[in-house]
């Protein structure tokens, strides 16, 4: 399950969630948004049940985006124990699994 989140929101839940990958997003993005199905599919297997899946908007949500460097959209980061592990920009499916493994 993916979960919206906004800045008031990202500190507390990447304190408290162990293991954590952000998507960051903008509405104008195209690409962000033929990512958001896949996105969900991601979240949704039972091999990353213990894993809190995030979605950003980037243009709204500045200190969320500082943290983890977002360059370009859409921009995905793995967050272990309140600290970045990796974050990069890419729009396939098995860089974006390729990353969240790196959290397991």
Known sequence: MVT?????E???LIQSNNKVVVKYYANWCGTC????PKFTKI???EEYADIMFLD??????PDARQFA?????????????G?????DTTSKEESVENMVKQIL
Do not use: C
């Open 56 to 61: 950003i908007n980037a243009e709204e949500n």
């Open 43 to 45: 979240s949704n297997k």
């Open 83 to 87: 600290k970045l592990v990796n974050a």
């Open 69 to 81: 460097g977002v360059s370009n959209l859409p921009f995905f980061a793995v967050i272990k124990d």
């Open 33 to 36: 948004r033929l990512f958001a």
């Open 4 to 8: 919206k989140v906004t800045d008031s």
């Open 10 to 12: 990202f500190q507390n």
